[in-house]
């Protein structure tokens, strides 16, 4: 059972549209995990949709519906298939197990990403970056493998992480899939996965490309890439 | 609705009514591809998008760059019409979300920030139906109570409600503009979201 949700104030930044993009992703991505949230996040657009009906009529620009009309018109002909692209991108999906029952979101970023590549950080842990159409934050799957024990780290920015395939545990608990989870600068942790299968993490860092590694995983002495 | 009548009086009674209208002109634009409606429908929401951008109170965006908010919206209203649900949300709500999706694609759009992606805006803030939505008329009630709850709420916490909604701001963004410490603006606006869902939550 999911225990770990976005916060109120998070969810009402997503909901006002203002959070931003690569947390937002996060958030979709628990959204379509999570029943409870969903509800609440209804509920938060009606919050906007009541701001909308209550606001001061603004006139709109002298002959706009004509406009428009004429933009539905000539838009009439070329109404692309849209829906072809998201089954096409699905079956390009890599048959990796950890990889099955994503949030379609997650699943699109995947397919947008291929091929994965995957970098070995420790023995336990892999990474691959993924792009989302932004660099404010660096968004990555983080997968351990099964009774993996990550390195002590801490974090430069605030890390979202939001499980998506197996378990892992830390000194505060064991989290399961749609977990979503915040860690602040100073909150070391050190996640371990348990022994019955291996566990795949999305997570988004606030965080500029710096320094001494990208990411907070990365910090770590004893860190080597070796390609694949 | 005979029931709500009587318990809620008829000033409520007559705004569901409206809202009710609202919906069923989308339901004729998504159906019939209906003009006349459509052309009711804009007339109505186009200045309310226009307002809730650009007005006296609230100038989060210039007036130019509002109205071609409203042109986007509308034409994506009419786009996707076809898919409203009567059942998950009002007009009101629904056009909200298509304004809100709208305004990230304009702002993103005048970004440094920008990568080459598929990932676009609907997928992230993505309102595709959940298989189940509430009741016909537990939802109208959730909105009917939130919108009520919204005009009785404190100033403080509603201004803050509007700066984050309306002006599009973020939390710390709303406690630097008013000199708050970014903790008393999210405590303010998890005081207001309690009202709020407290409203819900009580038993029927
Ligand atoms: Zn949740």
């Known amino acids: 059972m999911i225990r770990h949700h976005p916060e109120k104030d998070m969810m009402l930044e997503y909901a006002a549209g203002t959070l931003p993009w690569a947390l937002g992703l996060a958030v979709a991505a628990h959204l379509q995990l999570c029943p409870r949230c969903r509800q609440q996040h209804e509920q938060l657009n009606v919050i906007g949709g009541s701001l909308l009906q209550d606001s001061d009529c603004e006139q709109p620009d002298e002959g706009a519906f004509e406009r428009l009309m004429k933009r539905i018109d000539r838009s009439a002909a070329e109404s692309a298939p849209a829906e072809m692209k998201q089954s ?141 | 609705m005979a029931l709500e009548q009587r318990t809620n009086g008829i000033k409520v009674q007559s705004e569901h009514n409206r809202d009710d209208d609202w919906s069923t002109l989308l339901l004729l634009v998504g159906s019939k591809r209906d003009r006349a409606a459509f052309e009711r429908l804009f007339h109505h929401f186009a200045p309310l998008i226009k307002g809730f951008h650009y007005s006296r109170s609230h100038q989060a965006m210039s007036p130019e760059a509002a109205d071609e908010l409203v042109q986007e919206v509308m034409f994506r209203v009419w786009r996707k019409a076809p898919s409203f649900d009567a059942r998950k949300a009002s007009a009101s709500t629904w056009i909200y979300t298509i304004m809100r999706n709208c305004r990230i694609d304009y702002l993103r759009r005048n970004s440094r920030h920008l990568t080459e992606s598929d990932i676009e805006v609907d997928d992230i803030w993505d309102e595709t139906p959940d298989s189940q939505p509430f009741a016909v008329l537990q939802q109208r009630r959730n909105e009917r109570d939130i919108a009520e709850g919204l005009r009785n709420l404190p100033a403080e916490q509603s201004h803050v409600l509007e700066k984050a909604y309306m002006e599009g701001k973020s939390h710390s963004e709303i406690s630097q503009e008013l000199g708050l410490p970014l903790g008393t603006v999210k405590s303010r606006v998890r005081l207001a979201l309690k009202k709020l869902q407290g409203a819900l939550k009580r038993p029927e």
Not at chain 1, 200 to 223: H, I, M, Q, R
């Open chain 1, 88 to 228: 096409e991108a699905n079956s390009r999906l890599p048959a990796d197990p950890a990889l099955v029952n994503l949030p379609r979101v997650i699943r699109k970023l995947v397919a947008d990403n291929l091929p994965l590549k995957w970098q070995r950080v420790s023995p336990a842990l892999k990474m691959t970056r993924l792009n989302t159409g932004q660099e404010q934050y660096e968004v990555a799957f983080h997968r351990i493998r099964r009774g993996g024990r990550t390195a002590e780290h801490d974090h430069r920015g605030q890390e979202v992480i939001l499980v998506l395939h197996g378990r892992f545990s830390d000194a505060d608990g064991v989290y399961v899939p749609g977990d979503f989870l915040v860690r602040r600068p100073g909150e070391i942790h050190r996640p371990i996965a348990t022994e019955d299968q291996e566990c795949l993490c999305f997570s988004v860092v606030e965080a500029p490309v710096a320094v001494t590694g990208v990411l907070g995983w990365l910090v770590n002495p004893f860190l080597s890439f070796r390609p694949g």
